[in-house]
């Protein structure tokens, strides 16, 4: 599992602008101490998770300051939101950004002060909401954008000396008969969707988690890529970036992540797919097609 081994640093979210600024952040991870589960962007079921999932024991704390603009708690009958999170806090760290620390041991009366510092302790991790084990939920959504944001971007890369494994590659054609192109390396010309199964396995080998950024290129040019940096909340879907803001329903699915059409032609084919995550680590898959 990818453990934590120590406190955010301040690095500068590249490539993201919030309101038009350039921002650089010195956000801390909310627990101290745990391991990462289920991270942002991971197929949950045909479902891209919008956080990152930790088991952890003790305090929960939040990565900057902030104001608390909202607490849940699963005996608070009176509010309308749904329990998905059990337990929850929203804080606004400013510049539109939001936490949302979540799942965590329910805090019954107790209150949480409006102003909050990283050493500020607003839960305790627990099982409240939608899980099975004992932890912590935590996401970063910016509300200007509207836009659900990988958290690894502006938090220190968690400890990860693996690349990530590529289980499968898989073209389908406009028929929906699928092909292995590891198998078959005759195909017809034509229209193909790409699907690739793919994991970053973090420090454990066991473990299955999103990668940051999938890469497919026939005969050196690149044909699609899929990025795990931002989550777009439009019109109640959730919306990811493959060359262009899609719908997530067109990119997860049971066969793994679409990386979108490829038209090939007559003739020999190269095939590659690369997959990089968070931490740098980079593995590709090359194939040789004829296609005929």
């Known amino acids: 599992m990818m453990e934590i081994t120590k406190t955010g640093k301040k690095i500068c979210a590249l490539g993201l602008f919030f309101g038009g600024a350039f921002l650089c952040f ?57 329990s998905p999170l059990g337990s929850w806090t929203a804080v606004d760290h400013g510049d539109n950004l939001v936490g949302i620390y979540s799942r965590y041991e329910s805090r019954g009366n107790a209150a949480v002060p409006n102003l909050v510092e990283k050493n500020t302790v607003i839960a305790s991790a627990g099982s409240s909401g939608w899980t099975g084990q004992n932890g912590v939920y935590f996401a ?13 971007l502006i938090i220190s890369t968690l400890e990860d000396p693996h690349p990530p494994v590529i289980r499968q ?17 005759r195909i017809s010309q034509g229209l193909y969707t790409i699907y690739v199964d793919t994991a970053d396995t973090g420090s454990n080998q066991g473990e299955i988690l999103a990668p940051n950024r999938i890469i497919c290129s026939v005969n050196g040019v690149e044909a699609g890529v899929l990025s795990f940096e931002t989550l777009v909340s439009k019109n109640g879907r959730r919306m990811v970036y493959r060359s262009g803001i899609i719908p997530a329903s067109g990119v997860y699915s049971e066969q793994g992540f679409a990386l979108g059409e490829i038209r090939f032609t007559r ?26």
């Open 169 to 185: 590659v898989e073209l389908r054609n406009a028929a929906g008969t699928s092909f292995n192109p590891a198998q078959v390396q």
């Open 26 to 82: 010195a956000l801390d991870w909310p627990v101290r101490e745990g391991a990462l589960v289920s991270n942002f962007g991971s197929n949950d079921g045909g479902i891209p998770v919008l956080g990152n999932s930790f088991t952890a024991a003790g305090s929960v704390y939040p990565s900057d300051v902030g104001h608390v603009v909202f607490v849940h708690d699963p005996g608070n009958t009176a509010s309308r939101f749904p």
């Open 140 to 152: 970063l959504f910016d509300r200007k954008e509207r836009r659900w944001i990988n958290p690894s």
């Open 267 to 292: 003739g020999q084919a190269s095939l590659v797919v690369e997959v990089l995550d968070m931490a740098g680590n980079s593995r590709s898959s090359s194939f040789r097609l004829t296609v005929e």
